[in-house]
């Protein structure tokens, strides 16, 4: 007997590759249900080998779902979560909503598996922003064997991050690049992303950080050790997919860069891709479609005590939130629920 699944936002970009990750990762379910706003309603989408057509959620009954995975947002996840999880149906959300809410589990499965117990305290799961999951599984087996006093990190994030629009305007400006008559004005983002590099994602808070950056450093403390300082800066980058990221790191005790380079081969989730040599790295357009999250350039950084330089790249609509949901429901799975 398999688990009876809900996919909420069915028709966005992460939604789309949840349906595609549960397909390609047999996650046993019995049967999948796929749900949108109602100006979408009856829009197919895939799921393996089958078309779902999407249901209303408004009104949906989720009594006799075991677990619904929702990517429609903030303020439509403040509506619908609380109604699934009160009919008995666990939410793995992936909006920025509950992340630091100290009764609900924020959780990466390479990272903090043992969390997935707390579920049951609001039957919600949050789902860690895409460039914290990414930077997280990279750095915990190093925590274990150096512990991580600090963290500066830069990243170069692309603009699926922003959903469709955002893609759609990268393709409409390069378009409009080439064709003097075109005017394609910045909607999506605050300047022209084609062609040029953005360092704001999210508002600007008081303390001049932008809201993905604190992003950043609360959800590493919560999901790592909230003893480890980290300071970011977000920048969005001309890219379709796959965010990189750029990662100084400080520990209490030292790291040869060769013992790193083993330990982050044999960690769950990460490929090592490291050659000193001209694209001995992997880039944001060879990760697309992949599991792994990527390491290359692993070097010491001489300038600090402890210190290793090394540069992320990931999927950031899979790793970086459809597939860590996926993981967390076959965690939650094979922890809990135990059924399948």
């Known amino acids: 007997m398999g688990y009876k699944v809900v996919v909420a936002g069915a028709t966005g970009n992460v939604g789309r590759e949840m349906l595609n990750i549960l397909a390609e990762r047999q996650f046993p379910a019995d049967e999948v ?15 393996g080998d089958k078309t779902l057509k999407t249901k209303d959620i408004e009104g949906f009954d989720f009594t006799g779902y075991d677990i619904a995975l929702f990517a429609i947002g903030s303020e439509p996840t403040r509506k619908y979560a609380p109604i699934a999880a009160s009919q008995g149906c666990v939410v793995i959300d992936n909006s920025s909503l509950y992340r630091y809410d100290p009764l609900i589990p924020l959780i990466v499965p390479e990272v903090n598996p043992d969390a997935v117990e707390g579920y049951a305290k609001k039957n919600i799961i949050a789902n ?46 390069t378009k409009a690049v080439y064709n003097p008559t075109s005017d394609v004005p910045p909607k999506k983002f605050q300047k022209q992303i084609a062609f040029n590099v953005i360092p704001q994602i999210d508002v600007f808070m008081e303390d001049g950080q932008t ?35 750029a990662i100084n790191v400080e520990f209490e005790d030292f790291l040869d860069e060769d013992e790193a380079r083993d330990i982050l081969r044999e960690a769950p989730g990460l490929m090592v891709v490291d050659k000193r040599e001209p694209g001995g790295y992997v880039t944001p357009i060879e990760c697309v479609g992949d599991y ?27 790793k970086g939130a459809a597939l860590n949901a996926v993981q967390i429901a076959e965690l939650l799975g094979n922890r809990v629920l135990k059924k399948g």
């Open 33 to 47: 249900v796929a749900l949108a706003s109602r100006r979408s309603l009856g829009t197919e989408v895939s799921y």
């Open 292 to 318: 792994a999250t990527f390491v290359s350039r692993i070097r010491q950084d001489p300038t600090v005590e402890n210190g290793l330089n090394l540069w992320c790249v990931s999927d950031n609509l899979r």
């Open 211 to 245: 809201k993905e950056e604190w992003k950043m450093v609360a959800e590493t403390k919560k999901i790592m050790d909230p003893s480890i300082k980290v300071t970011a800066t977000c920048v969005r980058v001309p890219v379709f997919v796959g965010h990189s990221e």
């Open 128 to 173: 860690p922003n895409c460039s914290t999951a990414q930077m997280v599984v990279a750095l915990k087996p190093l925590h274990d064997r150096a512990r991580i006093k600090r963290v500066v990190v830069s990243t170069y994030q692309s603009v699926s991050g922003a959903g469709k629009e955002g893609m759609d305007e990268l393709w409409d400006q």
